[in-house]
Nanobody
Framework: VQLQASGGGLVQAGGSLRLSCAAS????????MAWFRQAPGKEREFVAA????????YYEDSVKGRFTISRDNAKNTVYLQMNSLKPEDTAVYYC??????????????????WGQGTQVTVSS
């Protein structure tokens, strides 16, 4: 599956952004979809994941209650709604797709497909 991410930008602290990730292929529902992020000088970290069906969601602790991951299987698209953004959320955000168990959702090397990354910058 090929992935194309979009929706990043510059926003003030407390603001909102919605990221989108469009996938190619006809088996989108089979994939666990996730968002990772990488800030300058830091390792890539897990943000959120959603299973294929029925779409159970999982979040890294620092974004719980602020970010919402969702998917539209008819449109082959996964979203990340980000509210109450903080300067520490500044990073390049990547969408990713994997087959198999969601148990390894936080392990980046388990993902076979990655989007190109979209920059999110939150100013204080």
């Amino acid at each position: 599956v090929q992935l194309q991410a979009s929706g990043g930008g510059l926003v003030q602290a407390g603001g909102s952004l919605r990221l989108s990730c469009a996938a190619s292929g006809r088996t989108f529902v089979s994939y666990v979809m996730a968002w990772f992020r990488q800030a300058p000088g830091k390792e890539r970290e897990f943000v959120a994941a959603i299973s294929g069906s029925p779409g159970r969601t999982y979040y890294e602790d620092s974004v719980k209650g602020r970010f919402t991951i969702s998917r539209d299987n008819a449109k082959n698209t996964v979203y990340l709604q980000m509210n109450s953004l903080k300067p520490e959320d500044t990073a390049v955000y990547y969408c990713a797709a994997k087959l198999g168990s969601i148990a390894t959702m936080k392990v980046s090397r388990e993902y076979r497909s990655w989007g190109q990354g979209t920059q999110v910058t939150v100013s204080s």
